[in-house]
């Protein structure tokens, strides 16, 4: 059992429970996962900064603990919606590291066949990674609906960042939530900074759990992978007892800069940074309680981060070595139908076959 759990409550009687349960199995299976995406990011970082993976790369090391507690909290039936920060949600919902570094580096093994890259891999249940800031919230509204029409008892997970918070559309999405009590848990993973520019700077209110203001919210810990955890439980269960849509907001911190071509020093200390690493670290603190409580040993954590080591190193290969899709793949998929279609080229004589 571990201390109690902090978390602020908006039109909520009650919150989460204050204590939660760890076995030795959950936390070495959080470990391992937390421990599996950061690496796999740091592997992404030094193949962008060789030029092997090009264009957008947003990575997602120091938020382990949203993504990781997010999936310990709902089911793999569950869905789940992102913006394009969004690596380690495709990892979690069951997406090999080899296929999506391989998507990365535009290959045919990737996860969308090296045609997507960064921002676009999709699961089951996982509708990706999504470009457009804010766009992917009115999306997570509407497959809460079809859960809903459904009835299959199935929430959808819907996540944006602070750098969103302001957009129309998400308050369009709160109040058709509202409306017809969708299972939405809408989340808003505050890591600070919008870009380059702090929440202070870009909000008028700062507390993005009340902005759902008639819908009511919760704020924990995202950097502490158990307050995650059972906070989505609690939402989850709030959803599914038909109560309608819930805000959360987790507070978070990237350790990178917003993405690749953004140093991420120039807006904050580099002391800043290394604050967070030292004192609020997701992946430390998970081990130092696993330690603490003597439910592992450092040998076994260090044996564990071994052999990820090998499968990261083993999938960048993989990513290297695999060929880039042919040229007669360029069209396909773009219809949802089977037989052959034509699709016009640049120029109204070139045309190129599209099979789905």
């Known amino acids: 059992t571990c201390p109690p759990l902090k978390c602020d ?61 997010i999936e310990a909290g709902i089911n793999p039936t569950d869905h789940l919606i992102t913006a394009y920060r969004a690596h380690g949600y495709t990892f979690t919902r069951g997406v090999a590291v080899r296929e999506i570094l391989a998507e990365l580096t535009g290959r045919r093994g990737g996860v969308a ?11 089951k249940n996982f509708y990706g990674g999504n470009g457009i800031v804010g766009a992917q919230v009115p999306l997570g509204a509407g497959v809460a609906l079809a859960c809903q029409y459904q009835g299959n008892n199935q929430v959808c997970v819907t996540l944006y960042g602070d750098g969103a918070a302001n957009q129309g559309q998400i308050f369009e ?12 848990i809408f989340i808003c993973e505050n890591n600070k900074f919008g870009m380059g520019t702090s929440v202070e700077r870009s909000s008028a209110s700062t507390d993005y759990y009340k902005r759902g203001d008639y819908i009511p919210g919760l704020k924990v810990d995202g950097m502490d992978v ?27 911190y990237r350790y990178h800069g917003h993405s690749m071509s953004d140093p991420g020093v120039s807006y904050r200390t580099r002391e800043e940074i290394q604050e967070v690493r030292t004192k609020n670290d997701p992946i430390s603190m998970l081990k130092e309680r696993m330690l603490s409580n003597n439910m592992s040993s ?32 360029l069209c396909n998929h773009i219809y949802a139908r089977d037989p052959p279609m034509e699709v016009r080229g640049t120029n109204p004589w070139v045309k190129l076959k599209s099979v789905s």
């Open 226 to 252: 158990l307050c995650v955890r059972e906070a989505i439980r609690f939402a989850a269960d709030y959803c599914r007892a038909g109560k309608g849509p819930i805000v959360m907001e987790l507070e978070t």
């Open 113 to 123: 066949k090296g045609k997507g890259g960064s921002m676009h891999m999709y699961a």
């Open 173 to 184: 999405s709160f109040n058709m939530a509202a409306l017809w009590k969708l299972p939405c």
């Open 298 to 329: 450092v040998e076994e954590l260090k044996e564990i981060d071994l052999e990820i080591r090998k499968v990261i190193e083993d999938a960048a290969q993989y990513a290297i070595s695999d060929p880039e899709p042919s040229l007669d793949e």
């Open 9 to 69: 409550l908006h039109r909520l009687e009650e919150g989460p429970s204050d204590e939660a349960l760890l076995t030795r199995e959950q936390g070495l299976q959080y470990y391992r996962t937390m421990q599996t995406v950061r690496r796999m990011e740091l592997k992404a970082d030094q193949l962008y900064k060789q030029k092997i993976i090009r264009g957008f790369c947003h990575l997602y090391d120091g938020q382990e603990a949203c993504a990781m507690g």
